[in-house]
């Protein structure tokens, strides 16, 4: 570790303990993203992100056109909804989402004339995209476009950008990291955006940066990733954004693991990365961003990556925030018969779930499909105390401790022991050699130590 | 069938549709993939595959008596878990091997001239009241073995003392003398290196080899399956103080190659201070564990009645591990310094 250091970065290119998961990403990795035909019916949550849930602005009846704002963020920590093809506004429904949210829904059907999604896509992958020129954009205007445009982190948790970006003078942002690291296995779709369109992510940067007046720009990437590393190194030649290869680890591409890889600084337990001088935003939100800004279309679409031995075709696809799982898995040629577990994002930290009417929305990178004998568990016994937890658990806790203390029902053992640190990667259970299940447990304790102190 | 099954059945693929059943989908919590190549008894498993080594030179040293030893800890070992566990109406645990291991390190640890009912006394012990009664594997406090060990040294002291090694016939006759530690201890002599080394000497029937543990504990830390703080704190530690009254007493490394590959403390440092459930979990505890059992070792070995001291120092620690756990919480990344 020490001996280590990444060129031109005070990091040293990685962080401590962490494991080693197969990242199965052949699967996918070298499928060139497919578009998908417009579906009939899109459906649109309207808590998509982390916060409020925005506020519906069109009545059933209605007719919306291709990118015509649906749902008003009207909070701060919120944002707002597009309609990504044209149509007529229906009947709202209630949907279940994988992560077990109930939640209303805008229905819309497709009506009209459409703009066809290969033009969209071809759009994206444009190469001519400007790097220079950005000095009629302002700092408020750039983070005010991207509220209007309803852009959240497309790398999972779907936090709002804008609050993000959102200048603000008591944490001084130095540096933007663009996070490709992509560590979760099997997940590949942001693979596809940096080897197929890397300009537009480094538009993106560059007005991100803009945004938050950073002085240094970095797009981090794994080193098992060669082709997209040298595709952007080409894409930001005689820019100021640079390219940072990163060691594959899991999880490399959480936010603090990522910081202290790069950067060496360690966000504060609680904290942002502002507090650490860092922004972090994943490579597909900056494609976002520089669509939003440049060509002045809302966030509509994004690239999803279906694999998964559980799939008969796996496939990166690009397809209309909405859609309903059941098509996409249909496009990807359907289960095969030995699939058991269908996931929302990859198997470390994705949420499984069986209702396949359930729409994508803007946080779903992926869908994977396991089978029986990837997902077969061994009977759980003790805990050995063989530590193996520890020395895998990138927050440097003590994962068995707080599982026990949960199991137990003791939350001040808990407290004492950091539970709140734990941000449930997910690495300790899959190394325990007792099969306990370790994250579930410390999802548990925190509930409890809520509790506890709530009484 | 229900909304579900019916929506899984139409998203199988089509070939596969026509008179086939739907795949049985599941959900649980993440993460849902576990490292298949780790398990309990695998754990267990790699412990009894390091042994071997030190098992295959006792069994070619001390012949029958060590196959007595061996066969009578672990039938008694085994059949010890199987009815303490019966006892406490829990689910069968033989299968994770673990009870093998106690009774093979139990008997790899006992002087090969002694009668079977003390091997079999051990093990119960061991099994019954070092393991089964704190709540079975990774519950107890103390090392099953050692303190089975303990129990019958102490009950029978004639037939575990340093007397007890001195009436066996063996291959070699350097295996019916007393042992290294104790004719160094008592008649100030010390034996040769190289059969310590090698183990052409008296001994408990699986420490008498010094290369025989290496080699099994080499192994074990390259699975993973024991610490490396743990044997190198210990070995650093006896060697310092070794080394000190050597150079105090002026016996030119002698005296210090001795303490390091005479008695039980390969053995011990390898096979019996990593047990995991009853050493600290994180690194630094497992350097302060080692610290304290090298310590022990060598107070004990040099100012005790006995001549041998690992097993002591091993229990003893084992009693601080909780302190120690304790001592040693981690601060999380990022925690801001108090």
Known sequence: MGLFKLKGFPGTGSFPHGIHPPDNKALSANMAVEVMEIPRTVTLPLLQHLGVPCKQIVKSGETVGYGQMVGKGEAFVSASLHAPIAGKVKRNTMVTLPNGRHLDAITIQAEGEQIPPERIWEDVKFTQWPRDGFSDYGSMDIVKKIQESGIVGLGGAAFPTHVKVMPNDTRVIDTLMVNGCECEPYLTCDYRLMVEAPEVIVTGALLTGRAVSAKEIVICVEDNKPEAIKRLQQATRQTVVQVAVLKTKYPQGSEKQLVKAVVGLNIPLGGLPADAGVAVSNVQTMAAVARSIIKD??????????????????????????????????????????????????????????????????????????????????????????????????????????????????????????????????????????????????????????????? | MSDTNRQINSAMSPEDRPGRKPPFINVAPSPHISDSRADTRRMMVDVLLGLSPAIIVSLYLFRFYALKQLIVCVVASLAAEYFFVRMRGKSFTLKDCSAMVTGVILGLSMPGSAPWFVGALASVVGIGIGKIIFGGIGMNIFNPAMVGRAFVMIAFAQLMGAGAYENVTGLVDAVSGATPLSALKFNGVHTDIAPLFMGVTNGSIGEVSAGACILGGLYLIYRKTASWQIPASILITVALIAAITDIAGGYQGVFLLHHLFAGALMFGAFFIATDPATSPLTAKGKMIFGVGTGCLIMVIRLFSGYPEGVMFAVLIMNAMTPLINRWTIPQPMGQREA
């Open chain 1, 297 to 455: 279309v809302p966030l509509t679409h994004r690239v999803v990556t279906v694999s998964g031995q559980g799939i008969c075709n796996p496939k990166n696809i690009f397809v209309p925030i909405g859609i309903s799982l059941a098509e996409v898995v249909d496009f990807c040629g359907g289960l095969t018969p030995n699939a058991a577990r269908i996931i929302s994002g990859g198997p470390m930290m994705g949420f499984a779930f069986s209702n396949l009417s359930a729409p994508v929305t803007k946080g779903t990178s992926g869908l994977t499909v396991l089978t029986h004998d990837d997902v077969r568990k061994a009977d759980e016994t003790n805990c050995v105390r063989c530590g193996r937890c520890v020395d895998a658990c990138p927050m440097n806790l003590v994962p068995t401790r707080l599982a026990l203390a949960a199991r137990y029902n003791n939350p001040e053992i808990a407290a004492q022991y950091h539970i709140r640190a734990c941000v449930e990667c997910g690495s300790c259970a899959y190394v325990c050699p007792a099969k306990l299940n370790l994250v579930q447990l410390i999802r548990e304790g925190k509930a409890q130590l809520n509790a506890w102190e709530r009484r």
